[in-house]
């Protein structure tokens, strides 16, 4: 089986960045769709980006476009999301997910077979 897990959380000023990875053992990412997604407390989860194997295909939610971006390196197994130009509003906890079904629809929670246990990140004021 496919496990994750996410890395690279904390607190940073508003307009700071940080990198989030999200590393998979027990298997691999091979065809893999690999997205992010984040959630707030009392909020539903909310899809933040979504990437192909090859990294062809990138899917970005609207608020997060031109500050995020998502990449992969199936060599380490691992997928990662630098955050850039970080706001408040950024403020959630990030979870990773996985599936090998890439005709799915990206953005849908359900769409995801594995998950990771998530990382904090916090942008002050």
């Known amino acids: 089986q496919v496990r994750l897990a996410e890395s690279g959380g904390g607190l940073v000023q508003a307009g700071g960045s940080l990198r989030l990875s999200c590393a998979a053992s027990?298997?691999?990412?091979?065809?893999?769709?690999t997205g992010w997604f984040r959630q707030v407390p009392g909020q539903e989860r909310e899809f933040v980006a979504a990437?192909?194997?090859?990294?062809?295909?990138?899917l970005y939610e609207d608020s997060v476009k031109g500050r995020f971006t998502i990449s992969r390196d199936n060599a380490k197994n691992t997928v990662y999301l630098q955050m850039n130009s970080l706001k408040p509003e950024d403020t959630a906890v990030y979870y990773c997910?996985?599936?090998?079904?890439?005709?799915?629809?990206?953005?849908?929670?359900?769409?995801?077979?594995?998950w990771g246990q998530g990382t904090q990140v916090t942008v002050s004021s």
């Open positions: 990437i192909s194997w090859t990294g062809s295909t990138i």
């Open positions: 997910a996985a599936t090998p079904n890439s005709r799915s629809w990206w953005s849908r929670e359900d769409s995801y077979d594995y």
């Open positions: 027990g298997g691999t990412f091979h065809n893999y769709v």
